[in-house]
């Protein structure tokens, strides 16, 4: 596998029910311990938050498909980062789903709850502090180490191929 990286992204739900979600959670785990990929989901009936991380070339291939995927829209890139370890390593797939937003209780860090869950604006650290959280919530350990890009994502509002953006940001100094 080539130098380990994570990204995340955030989308909108164009309406499906939460047993055709599960049904994505279980073709999902599938294919990332097929990929060597890890991460988690977030979803609350309307906004997927997503993290992924891997080598680049299966980030790169997820990601293709994710952007070609008709059940969401609004495609957003947040970060991509290098990464020395892994932040959900025993996870092909957390999930973090809820019906009925009841989900926007769980309060990781005292600025970043699911009460604000907006992920279209949050920035690249909310974004990267959230997941640190989750992933030491649900590891019980400190999160890895992760270097930031030298340059920051583009961009930030909902594009037409979410794919170029993920190629900008591997090209850069990955």
Known sequence: MSELVGFAYC????????????EILEVSRRNNTRDGLTGALVY???TFLQWLEGGQAEIRDVFERIARD???TEIML???RRLEDRWFPDWSMT???TEGQTLRGLKLKP???LAGFAPHAWSETDVTTFMTSLSDYLTRRPA?????LQAKVEPRK???DPMASLDRCLRRDI
């Open 144 to 148: 890895a180490k992760s270097e930031r």
């Open 95 to 97: 999930a973090a789903v």
């Open 44 to 46: 609350d009936d309307k």
């Open 70 to 72: 008709s059940r969401h």
């Open 78 to 80: 947040l970060t991509v």
């Open 11 to 22: 989308s909108r739900s164009t309406g499906f029910s939460f047993s055709e979600l599960e």
């Open 158 to 160: 909902p594009v037409a």
């Open 111 to 113: 600025h970043i709850s």
